[in-house]
C-alpha cells in the first residue's frame, strides 16, 4: 500500500478507534460497576465476562495503533490528542468541563470523567501520541533487497 494511502487510511481509523475505546471503555466500566454494587462482589456473570473481553479488545486495538507497521501512526495520533486534551482538560478544569457527562456518546460520560480524574486517558493519550512521533513509523516499510551473490545459506558462504 503506498504511503499516502496508508495516511489516509489512518483518519478514519483512528476516528473509529477512538469512538470505540471511547464507547467500548466506558461501557465495560459501567456494566463491571453495575456487577459490583448488585452482588458487592464481581461475579462472572455474561456482562462482566463481556465487559473484561470489551476490554482486552480495546487493548488489542490501541496496541496495534501504537505498534503496528502495517497502520499508520495518524490512526494512533487521532485517539491520543483526543484522549490527552480530554483527560487534561478534566483534569485541571473539573467544574468546568462538568457539561461534557451529558454529551457523550451512548451515556457513557460519567466514565469519561472518572476516568479522566483518575489520570487514565491523560496518559493513554500521551502513551499513543509518543507512539506516533518516531519517523520510522512514517516512512514505508523497507522493500527487501535480493542479496546481491544469491541466498546465503550456513556460516555465511553463499549457496
Known amino acids: 500500500m503506498p504511503n499516502v494511502v496508508r495516511h489516509l487510511a489512518g483518519i478514519p481509523a483512528g476516528i473509529i478507534l477512538t ?32 465487559s473484561v473481553v ?14 503496528a507497521r502495517f497502520m499508520s501512526p495518524v490512526a494512533a495520533l487521532i485517539p491520543g490528542a483526543v484522549f490527552f486534551v480530554l483527560g487534561l482538560a478534566i483534569m485541571l478544569l473539573p467544574v468546568q468541563t462538568r457539561f461534557l457527562t451529558d454529551i457523550s456518546p451512548l451515556g457513557v460520560g460519567i466514565e469519561t470523567y472518572s476516568f479522566s480524574l483518575l489520570g487514565v486517558y491523560p496518559v493513554l493519550g500521551l502513551l499513543l501520541i509518543i507512539s506516533g512521533v ?18 546465503v545459506v550456513q556460516e555465511g558462504r553463499p549457496a
Not at 479488545?57 to 501504537?66: D, E, Q, R, S
Not at 516512512?139 to 533487497?145: D, E, F, G, H, V
Open 134 to 151: 518516531p519517523p520510522h513509523r512514517w516512512r514505508a516499510k523497507p522493500r527487501a533487497q535480493p542479496h546481491p551473490t544469491g541466498p
Open 19 to 50: 469512538l470505540l475505546t471511547w464507547i467500548g471503555l466506558g461501557w465495560a466500566s459501567r456494566q463491571y460497576t453495575e456487577s459490583f454494587q448488585q452482588n458487592f462482589a464481581v461475579r462472572p456473570t455474561a456482562p462482566v465476562l463481556i
Open 54 to 67: 470489551l476490554v482486552l479488545l480495546v487493548g488489542a486495538g490501541l496496541g496495534l495503533a501504537a505498534s
